[in-house]
């Protein structure tokens, strides 16, 4: 195997770029060979095939660690030929991309993310991410969440943030799932005594499946007996048509409990009644000189 990656001389990144990008980014292109000597390219128990398969990859990565525009992005364009078989010839992407931006400061915030890989399409099928593989199959997905945040009028601390996500196989051979997911919550402390509503939208869909709609809003007040344990109480209601096909409206009420006793040991413990039973959410962690010990235990529809 071969592998390697070029960089541009510094020189000429200063001219192709504004000096200011220049000292917040890095942009690399990349290239790597390989080449795979197999006596089974199919991964055939019966009829195994020998093989030379060259890889050849070219790509990109970005990167930025500063400013309102910070991320990273890494591609690579894979193209697999094969020698005795040039029909089984094949182009794959790979992507992974990461996006924070602060469109205005302190106040407005946009966050995405996308990345495509191969991947199998059942776990009891030929594993394998090769284009001669049927199992497998070029998976994307795509995450967009603008938010605002402030303190309108000086009354309370208000947060909305909407996330949209999409995947599914990039050529058809599975299901495409896309959600929408809209939260907005109002809240305020006032000495040991804090209030705060929530409210939230969520939608799914399946492509061969049934869409859902769930709203659900829960006003919470809670009580802090000193800066490291605070208690707190929720009601409200929420209304779905995950149990059923007409939407249904039930009572939500639950309570909990953050505890930390010190700066590195932290333990959170929430349940609610909700429509479909009980849910619970247990974080426990500890934080050492090299070592961290988390335990979490979660009973939610999310």
């Known amino acids: 195997d071969a592998a390697g990656a070029l960089s541009p001389p510094q020189h000429a990144l200063a001219v192709a770029v504004p000096a200011v990008w220049a000292q917040r980014s890095n942009i690399t292109p990349t290239f790597s060979a390989s080449l795979e000597l197999t006596d089974n390219r199919n991964l055939s128990a019966t009829n195994p095939e020998a093989d030379a ?7 990109i990565r970005w990167s930025s660690r500063s400013g309102r525009v910070q991320g990273s992005l890494n591609y690579s364009l894979n193209a697999d030929f094969y020698a005795r078989d040039s029909s089984a010839n094949s182009l794959s992407n790979n992507l992974a991309a990461d996006l ?7 106040h407005v915030f946009f966050d995405a993310n996308a990345y495509i890989s191969q991947q ?31 303190r309108p009028f000086g009354a309370a601390d208000f ?3 909407l996330t949209s996500n ?3 196989s990039l ?4 299901g495409d799932v896309s959600s929408q997911d809209f939260v907005m919550s109002l809240g305020e402390s006032l000495g040991a005594v804090g209030w705060s509503v929530v409210a939230s939208r969520s939608y799914s869909s399946f492509d061969g499946g049934r869409a859902t709609t769930q709203d659900k809003i829960t006003p919470r007040i809670s009580y802090a007996f000193d800066p490291t344990f605070q208690v707190f109480v929720s009601g409200g209601y929420e209304r779905n048509d995950v149990v059923s096909l ?3 409206t039930f009572k939500t009420w639950g309570g909990g409990f953050s505890w930390r006793p010190t700066p590195r040991t932290q333990l959170g413990v929430q349940t609610e009644q909700r429509y479909f039973g009980r849910s619970w959410n247990v974080n426990f962690s500890h934080r050492m000189r090299r070592w961290l010990v988390s335990y979490s235990d979660v009973n939610d529809d999310n």
Request: hydrophobic fraction near 25%; avoid cysteine.
């Open 100 to 106: 924070a931006a602060e469109l205005v400061e302190q």
């Open 120 to 150: 199998s399409l059942s776990a009891f099928g030929l594993q394998g991410d090769r284009g001669t593989n049927a199992n497998s199959t070029e998976y994307g997905s795509l995450t967009l969440s603008p938010s605002v945040r402030g």
């Open 246 to 248: 007409e939407p249904t």
């Open 171 to 174: 050529d058809g051979n599975s």
């Open 159 to 161: 947060e909305a943030r």
């Open 166 to 168: 999409y995947s599914g």
């Open 53 to 59: 398969i060259t890889t050849l990859s070219p790509g």
